[in-house]
């Protein structure tokens, strides 16, 4: 069987629903955000500042009626940064009468609605750094708290095998899946990783631990990072781990460049995480702060960002289109982490694989390794499970998509 992209075309699919239910409802709550914001953009910036919302909003409301009646997917102005890549891979949607919000590779299209919400606020004189999804990302880390002093407090009693499951499972929480309502974080998962153990699909961190006893101390680490609040403070923690017990001498996070499917960690997000743990009344939160401001001025622990995160290419692209990313991370990384759904759906290529087709084989010739996905499956995609777990997994519904279920899954040196 040929594993084919997904698309949305097809009624009843999650992908279906996502371009018909879940993204009409995140240009809803942003409109209404945003609109909400007049006032105090207009008090902030003058008229001028509000007619620049005002058109920013009309032109999310006319992407959603483009969106709901399937219309043309329409291109980028030359102007635009990375024009180009969109606008050539608009023409060949054309050339196969896929260029519609329903027809095309719902990957593709998916990153193509954030890149034009980006657009209607980059081409603004007064209000281009407005984050539009600022408010959901507040109100999913204030939710967030209970479940962080837990972590903190407990951070040097944890192993790394259960920082690991930390991580991937804090990936749960994403806006994105929610239509951009902040899931409130629970401590449920914190008491009971050994319980949900059965729900990691694939576990190689065996293999992983195995690695890691030879190749310490790694010079770098790499995290592909993928949300904000719970998820991204859990990799932080990670990190810590990472750099406390030697096992990197130094951890580099790569983020997105600006903000992108409602809760995906920005360089700014980042650097406010970091300010609200050292500014925290919890003491917990506070220590852990100032030990990640200490390994930041000691050069151990660094963020950055790159104008590919922010593409909709699948990863086996890469080395064409981002040379210097890749062969950064190619040939000055000892592990690269992919943490969550879209960096995985990237790395498969958002393909209709049988899910007991081979990790490696389904990342299509990316080659960059060691790698680790850690993921919880929120999309129809996913390769790499044994026989018996697939026919397992078949009598449970929605498995795909629930994010019930996780996956470590890691590519040795190659």
């Not at 401590?187 to 990783?193: E, G, K, P, Q, S």
């Not at 995290?223 to 951890?251: M, P, R, W, Y």
Request: a negative charge; hydrophobic letters at 40%; glycine letters at 4%.
């Amino acid at each position: 069987m040929v594993a084919e992209s997904i698309t949305s075309q097809v009624p009843g699919t999650f992908a279906y629903n996502t371009v018909k239910d879940r993204w009409p409802k995140i240009l809803t709550k942003i409109i209404d955000q945003l609109h909400r914001r007049y006032a105090e953009v207009k008090s902030l910036l003058g008229q001028d500042g509000a007619d620049e919302l005002t058109t920013v909003l009309n032109n999310i409301a006319e992407m959603k009626y483009r969106m709901v009646t399937n219309k043309e997917l329409i291109k980028f102005d030359e102007s635009s940064p990375n024009a180009t890549y969109w606008n050539d891979k608009i023409e060949k949607l054309e050339k196969s009468k896929q260029n519609f919000w329903f027809e095309g590779e719902w990957l593709f299209i998916e990153c193509y609605m954030y890149r034009r919400l980006h657009e209607f606020l980059s081409k603004t004189k007064h209000i281009k750094d407005i984050d539009m999804f600022m408010f959901e990302k507040d109100e999913a880390l204030g939710a967030a708290i209970p479940c962080m002093e837990k972590i903190a407090s407990n951070l040097d009693q944890y192993n790394q095998r259960e920082m690991l499951l930390i991580s991937l499972w804090a990936n749960k929480y994403d806006l994105s899946l929610s239509g951009g309502d902040a899931t409130l974080a629970s401590t449920y998962f914190l008491d009971h990783l050994k319980e949900w153990d059965g729900n990691v699909l694939c576990d190689d961190s065996r293999k992983l631990f195995y690695y890691y006893s030879e190749a310490m101390p790694m010079r770098r680490i790499d995290i592909v990072a993928d949300n904000g609040g719970l998820e991204f403070f859990a990799d932080l923690c990670l990190a810590v781990k990472f750099l406390k017990h030697n096992t990197a001498q130094s951890v580099k996070f790569h983020l997105k460049p600006y903000p992108w499917f409602v809760s995906d960690i920005t360089v700014r997000d980042a650097f406010s995480m970091i300010n609200f743990l050292n500014t925290n009344s919890s003491r917990c939160l506070k220590e852990l702060g100032l030990v990640v401001e200490q390994l930041i001025k000691e050069d151990k622990l660094s963020f950055c960002d790159h104008e590919f995160w922010n593409l909709g290419a699948p990863y086996n692209e890469m080395k064409e289109i981002a040379t210097d990313l890749y062969e950064d991370l190619k040939n000055n990384s000892n592990l690269v982490i992919f943490k969550g759904d879209l960096n995985y759906r990237k790395l498969v290529g958002d393909k209709t694989w049988e899910p007991t087709t081979p990790f490696k084989e389904s990342l299509s010739g990316f080659d960059v390794s060691p790698l680790l996905a850690l993921r919880t499956l929120k999309a129809e995609t996913v390769a790499g499970l044994d026989e018996s777990t697939y026919t397992k997994m078949q009598s449970e519904s929605d498995w795909m998509i629930n994010g019930n279920f996780g996956l470590i899954q890691f590519i040795p040196p190659q």
